[in-house]
């Protein structure tokens, strides 16, 4: 089945341009439905096989971060490819998952998909892929980074303690210390005590927080 110049150009609203023509070859050569849809809390995408006389589909959250919708439809389609390669009775993330997620991925690579640093995070082998969209803590925290390119927007875990950060509504906090592998951080409004993972989003210049 060939992809549409509509598809295509719908794709290219969500996808680096490079990595079309993989996208293409992948969708037309194992068929699927894929929706775009307004972003859940709950899933960055899912994907559904053909079961009970309906088509097989992947559904994926419309994101302005083209590199992390381009990974989130690679995590689908990998689970499309290893359903129609293997049968519907492997297990979601297993074996076949993850061989298969981890070619799509290299074949990215192959072609310079991903900028350097971004690279630089995904697996260099199928045993260490994990089942979550971001894969890693870095990685995600790169991707993030992608969102919010402004230098007054960091993370607790790169500030020092006792430094005082807000939060996106407003809050004030200030850092205590490291608890294992969450931080310590005191709201300054009712002196409670709070553990932040290290990947919370933090702004240190106040008049940048958006009002809620």
Not at 12 to 39: G, M, N, R, T
Not at 148 to 177: C, M, Q, W
Request: proline share 7%; glycine share 4%; net charge positive.
């Amino acid at each position: 089945m060939n992809l549409s110049k509509e598809s295509e150009k719908l794709l290219l609203k969500f996808i680096p341009q490079q990595s079309l023509p993989l996208i293409k070859k992948w969708l037309e050569d194992y068929p699927v439905q894929v929706a775009i849809v307004d972003e859940r809390k709950t899933k960055a995408g899912d994907y559904r096989p053909a079961m009970s006389q309906r088509i097989p589909k992947i559904t994926i959250n419309v994101d302005r971060n083209a590199y992390r919708f381009l990974i989130t439809l690679t995590h689908e389609i990998a689970h499309h490819i290893a359903f129609s390669t293997f049968g519907p009775y492997i297990k979601p993330h297993g074996k076949q998952w993850k061989d298969t997620y981890f070619s799509l991925l290299s074949e990215l690579q192959h072609q310079h998909v991903f900028p350097e640093k971004l690279a630089a995070t995904l697996p260099t082998y199928p045993a260490r892929l994990k089942s979550t969209t971001a894969g890693t803590a870095e990685m995600d925290k790169i991707l993030r980074a992608m969102d919010h390119p402004n230098e007054a927007l960091t993370y607790v875990e790169d500030i020092a303690n006792g430094t005082v950060f807000f939060l996106e509504d407003g809050k004030s906090f200030r850092k205590i210390k490291k608890r294992r592998v969450r931080f310590l951080c005191q709201n300054l409004d009712n002196e409670k005590y709070y553990l932040f993972p290290p990947g919370v989003q933090i702004y240190m210049n106040p008049q940048l927080v958006k009002t809620i």
